[in-house]
């Protein structure tokens, strides 16, 4: 990231903190008085955000919260988030209110939750920051006013993996009729796999709980080919140097967004960082 884009960000950050007013997220004065800034990142991301075998932060959005630390001159303090059933769960979880099961925080805020500062990795989806719900009487208000999304920092896309013993080039997912193919549950591959072709590929389809889980099936054997991000699939790849597992030439054109509600949906999604504007 260039080093003018990084102080942009600090700039925004301070200056929507110095007049977040009644926030739940802590205001500029506060959070230079604490000594530390609060980053949420979602676990269990590789190459993104996770722990190494020692238990160690790592991953590229550990890094960029440090660099945006240090050039605050705070320490670091990571908030390790677990994906919900939508992005509105996630912003009111770990941005705004705090998660429900958070019992250990009576008094940080006035929610009684712990929240992040800034939150790394969200989809950004412009429309969906703006939307507007119907409250009644012929009114109609802003969804997300709590919160603003800035600063898109990385564009993304789905990509498969396979074994090319198996496969030697998958050109189309019509193939998967045949073999059997790994993805991550709830995702956009995870439907489509299970929709395209009036739902023959079906039977071949094998759900895991993670991408990590669906690529290891890769690497054992277990199944021809996985279908993740692409950021993952080459950190997968370049992980496990096998010589039989090789990215896929299928480019998922055809996986468009079906809706701004989740950025993910997105077969190119520009990921952003979040910080709060207002409490509740």
């Not at 969200?122 to 109609?140: C, H, L, T």
Request: proline share 4%; glycine share 6%.
């Amino acid at each position: 990231m260039k080093a003018t884009n990084l102080k942009s960000i600090i700039v925004f950050l301070a200056l929507a903190l110095l007049y977040a007013g009644q926030a739940l997220a802590r205001p500029y004065d506060e959070l230079m008085a604490s000594g530390f800034l609060r980053v949420g990142v979602y676990e269990n991301f590789p190459p993104y955000s996770f722990k190494d075998d020692q238990g160690q932060p790592r991953g590229i959005d550990v890094d960029l919260a440090q660099h945006i630390a240090d050039e605050m001159e705070l320490s670091l303090e990571l908030l390790w988030m677990l994906p919900d059933e939508d992005l509105g769960d996630d912003l009111r979880n770990y941005l705004w209110r705090g998660h429900v099961l958070d019992h250990d925080h009576k008094h940080e805020r006035l929610s009684g939750k712990k929240v992040a500062d800034l939150l790394l990795r969200i989809p950004y989806d412009k429309a969906y920051n703006y939307a507007r719900g119907y409250i009644g009487e012929g009114v109609y208000a802003y969804q997300h006013d709590l919160v603003v999304m800035m600063m898109p920092y990385q564009r993304e896309t789905w990509a498969l993996a396979h074994n090319n013993t198996r496969l030697e080039t998958v050109r189309t997912l019509a193939v998967f009729q045949y073999h059997p193919i790994a993805v991550e549950i709830e995702t956009v591959p995870a439907f489509m796999l299970t929709s395209v072709f009036n739902g023959a590929l079906r039977d071949q389809v094998r759900l895991y709980r993670s991408a990590t889980e669906a690529f290891n099936q890769l690497l054992e054997g277990e199944v021809a080919a996985t279908v993740g991000l692409r950021g993952e699939i080459d950190w997968f790849l370049h992980q496990a140097l096998h010589p039989a597992i090789v990215k896929g030439e299928t480019t998922f054109r055809h996986w468009v967004s079906r809706s701004g509600m989740w950025g993910l949906l997105c077969v190119k999604l520009i990921v952003s960082l979040v910080i709060t504007l207002k409490g509740f």
